[in-house]
């Protein structure tokens, strides 16, 4: 069992943040011009959108990220009009951005995301021992994200060992060889969406894929499969799936970040208990609705006004007999 610390704040670590651009139009004509409204600009990368959903639901949250540049001027001014407490630790590269086209039409979303620039040695180094110092009052660690061009998976392990040492959770979001190397630590729940966990394991069946990250050496893994829902399984094998009964439309733009803040704000309270098929059921019934949620805001980091509606609309299914 993984305890958690109720006092204490819930951490997010960014290590690769973006200034999050946002258009909505009317309706998207590739190779057409567009008049749009002006464009919205958000602090943002996977961490910073959960950290922004846990602030508007009155969670207690810090946010650890990085920022350099003219835009990471921006960024940063924008993160402290939010009100979310965050700390930076300024970085020589340029902060990436992340363009989303909204069409209003089809609700879908178009994003161009910037690859990033790297951290320096000692801009990595300071990351790391800020997450380190910092998660010690943690009442849960979430790091999330994609990681900075360079960066060695393998000092995402590295983190997790630190900070998991202290039996605090730790949810990682992130793909590649980083979510291997997370698994390896012993994450104590990973989430990557479908195409991540075939990236990562080369499975294409949900329960394999998660088997190799539990066998690897997580704890729990959720694997999040847009309006299909997502399963949750532990290494004791339990398991959960949960969907909306009745599929939301719009965009859908930070809809895993949402579940993820769902996720950290549960196991800041209960910590993370192995084959507690109720935990798993509240962990992917709250995930469902909050993720279903923030499909229907305007801009990610947001959860609408129906978030307590569509809970009620979460089926939870249970494929346990055909998981073990």
Do not use: Y
Not at 16 to 43: C, Y
Not at 57 to 76: P, Q, R, Y
């Amino acid at each position: 069992m993984t305890q958690s610390r109720p006092g204490g704040a819930i951490l997010t670590v960014t290590p690769n943040p973006a200034l999050d651009l946002t258009w909505h139009v009317p309706h998207l004509q590739p190779g057409e011009s567009h008049r749009v409204p002006a464009g919205i600009g958000r602090a943002g990368g996977k961490g910073l959108n959960v950290a922004r959903v846990l602030h508007g639901a009155g969670a207690s949250v810090l946010a650890l990220t990085t920022a350099g540049g003219a835009i990471g001027g921006e960024f940063t001014s924008e993160l402290r009009a939010s009100g979310i407490p965050f700390e930076i630790v300024e970085a020589r590269a340029q902060t990436r951005r992340s363009i989303a086209i909204a069409d209003q039409a089809t609700g879908e979303a178009t994003v161009l995301n910037e690859h990033g620039g790297p951290l320096t040695d000692r801009e990595t180094a300071a990351l790391l021992q800020r997450c380190r110092e910092l998660s010690a009052d943690a009442a849960a660690v979430g790091i999330c994200g994609s990681l900075p061009p360079g960066l060695d998976p393998w000092l995402v392990a590295e983190l997790l060992t630190a900070v998991a040492a202290t039996g605090i959770p730790v949810l990682v979001d992130t793909s590649g060889p980083a979510l291997r190397a997370a698994a390896c630590a012993g994450a104590s729940i990973l989430k990557p969406n479908l195409e991540e966990l075939r990236e990562a394991t080369g499975c294409d069946d949900v329960r394999d894929g998660a088997r190799t990250l539990l066998d690897d050496g997580a704890k729990i893994v959720v694997v999040t499969l847009g309006s299909d829902g997502l399963w949750i399984i532990d290494a004791e094998g339990a398991a959960v799936r949960a969907r909306l009964r009745t599929p939301v439309r719009g965009n859908a733009t930070g809809a895993g970040d949402a579940a993820v803040a769902a996720i950290l704000r549960t196991v800041a309270t209960t910590g993370v208990r192995l084959g507690d098929a109720d935990l798993l059921a509240e962990l992917a019934g709250t995930a469902v609705a909050w993720s279903a949620s923030a499909v229907l805001a305007p801009l990610a980091g947001d959860l609408s006004d129906r978030t307590a509606d569509l809970l009620e609309e979460v089926a939870i299914l249970d494929p346990t007999p055909e998981f073990s």
